[in-house]
């Protein structure tokens, strides 16, 4: 009986083609990106997870890692409009969705409001430093992030597909920042932190980006693939256990649910909502998708996990008094979580 209800949840021919495509691609993706972000593999596979699971992801990393880099370069691979916004304390929510201006037609005379759209209306976002700006103006992604839309001027506009909001955050400086509101991260479906580079990456950055050469970076996916290989990563089946297994994760991080380890009834205060559960999922299979397998497992669970729910866990005092931060906390969850399967 279980094996023909994994024979019957096998994808069809179609999608094993476009499995295949996908794998092919990702390759592509990775090693045109490796033309100009030295390193930094781990970041790449997580962005590209992101991408194909229809989400937004959060990056975390201190000055001159090459974050805006990263991110034009794989907009110029995806074959997708780019566009940047730099937060700063002054910036407006109509500079993000756009705004009326008055025009004149020369021929009639008459005056009418026209929409100008804002950096918002394109297929990779680049929110730059998003917690320096105030409440007001960040709040203005969270229609267009969870919606795919944007309401102004008394008028509601979808937003072309594919829509990727990449954010980042300076970790070290807070003086003049606004943290981002728990209903704002809770839309990032990954949290990305960026690390220095080895010591051997490091002396090829400086060795090939000092020079005269620059690396072409030539288009391996367009929008319209790109969005069937979005559409597939949700066709991918997702075993009950696996489902099971993930909701059952998401759940152990909320201090008062009745299932939740010592661990975190010790040292968290608040946990990850639904929309964990939901990431998890996606996550696993768009990881799946990526190698060319039809079906995800536990692994690909464990392997998302930390980028989807260190930011979903709120640790508290206690946690704080014993240097203990949230990744740590989701880190220990998942070791004892090996004992589940």
């Not at 700063?88 to 705004?99: A, E, K, Q, R, W």
């Not at 990431?279 to 990526?290: E, F, I, P």
């Amino acid at each position: 009986m279980e094996a023909t209800a994994k024979r019957a949840a096998q994808p069809g021919d179609e999608d094993v083609v476009l499995l295949e495509r996908l794998a092919d691609a990702r390759r592509a993706l990775e090693d045109m990106i490796a033309r100009r972000i030295i390193g930094q593999r781990a970041i790449v596979e997580g962005l590209l997870t992101a991408l194909l699971a229809d989400g937004h992801a959060l990056l975390v990393g201190v000055p001159g890692l090459a974050k805006t880099l990263l991110i034009s370069t794989l907009a110029e691979a995806l074959d997708l409009e780019f566009r940047r916004i730099q937060f700063t304390p002054d910036l407006m929510p109509s500079d993000i969705t756009g705004t009326e201006v008055l025009e004149e037609d020369r021929a009639t005379g008459k005056r009418m409001f026209r929409f100008v759209r804002g950096p918002i209306f394109a297929n990779v976002v680049l929110a730059d430093e998003i917690n320096r700006t105030p409440p007001k103006t960040q709040a203005a992604l969270l229609q267009a992030m969870q919606e795919r839309a944007v309401t102004a001027a008394g008028e509601t506009m979808k937003l072309d597909r594919p829509f990727f909001v990449l954010a980042t955050q300076n970790p070290i400086e807070q003086e003049g920042t606004y943290p981002l509101p728990e209903a704002q991260l809770d839309r990032f479906m990954l949290e990305l932190r960026i690390a220095y580079p080895t010591r051997e990456e490091e002396e090829r950055i400086a060795q090939e980006t000092t020079g005269a050469v620059v690396q072409e970076v030539k288009p391996v996916l367009g929008a319209s693939e790109l969005v069937q290989l979005q559409q597939l990563v949700r066709r991918v089946p997702a075993p009950p256990s696996l489902v099971s297994y993930a909701v059952r994760l998401a759940r152990a991080t909320r201090p008062e649910d009745e299932a939740a380890p010592e661990l975190i009834r010790k040292y968290v205060s608040w946990g990850a909502g639904p929309r964990a559960s939901q990431y998890l999922v996606l996550g696993a299979k768009a990881r799946a998708a990526m190698d060319g397998r039809g079906m995800p497992n536990f692994d690909d669970v464990r392997a998302v996990a930390p980028a989807v729910l260190r930011h979903r866990v709120v640790a508290n005092f206690q946690a704080e008094a014993e240097s203990r931060t949230a990744g740590d906390i989701v880190a220990e969850l998942l070791q004892l979580s090996r004992k589940w399967t």
